[in-house]
């Protein structure tokens, strides 16, 4: 006996627990990567980016006229991110770490060291949507390898999250587009 309804005619109690994957119907094509899972996402996006633009406002006739931008502080952005998805509605991984430069000067331990690290890092968001970018971080004429290697990787990281966060914004907008232009529904992406 096979699933449970037994004999020739199974009927609707036939349950198969490990399907032939070839019996899948999913078709993925084009760029899924930086792709909103949800309105919540798109919603929760929006308001990041509405925050980030009110402090810019706020803050833009305090900077010096030779500063084009004004820089968000690390712990503005993350105070804006949980404010908007939540303490628990995002989360931060570090995919890759590259060191672009070593130098050191002096014997061994007893010198002097500069690195320079790039990372790559990922922003998730709890109904799967992601971001990802890069974050540079340089450390110069620290006395151990070991400092000079924390100091460099602690600084990518933080970019990496910043640019990531800021990322964000840039979906949004790049969803919208997409949608004005039928990407997800007839004519567009499942066509």
């Known amino acids: 006996m ?3 309804g037994g004999g020739e005619d199974q009927g609707p109690w036939n349950t198969t627990l490990f399907p032939d994957v070839e019996q899948l119907e999913l078709l993925l094509e084009g760029d899924w990567c930086d ?7 798109i919603k ?28 968000v502080p690390f712990n503005k952005l993350i105070s804006f ?6 303490h628990d509605g995002w ?48 450390s110069e004429n620290l006395p151990q390898k070991s400092m000079a290697f924390s100091k460099a990787k602690k600084e990518a990281i933080t970019d990496g999250i910043k640019n990531c966060i800021r990322g964000f914004g840039e979906l949004v907008l790049a969803h919208e587009e997409k949608l004005r232009k039928g990407y997800y529904t007839e004519g567009g992406l499942f066509d």
């Open 81 to 86: 991110a949980n404010e908007s998805f939540g």
């Open 2 to 4: 096979e699933g449970g």
């Open 44 to 71: 929760k996006s929006g308001t990041l980016q509405a925050k980030v633009e009110a402090f810019t406002r706020e803050h833009a006739h305090r900077r010096p006229k030779f500063v084009s931008r004004v820089e």
């Open 91 to 138: 989360s931060t991984e570090v995919v890759d770490i590259k060191v672009l430069r070593a130098q050191s000067t002096g014997d061994g331990d007893c010198g002097r060291h500069s690195l320079a690290v790039e990372t790559t890092v990922r922003v998730t968001l709890k109904d799967g949507t992601h971001h990802s970018g890069t974050g540079l971080g340089v």
């Open 35 to 41: 792709r909103p899972a949800s309105t919540w996402a």
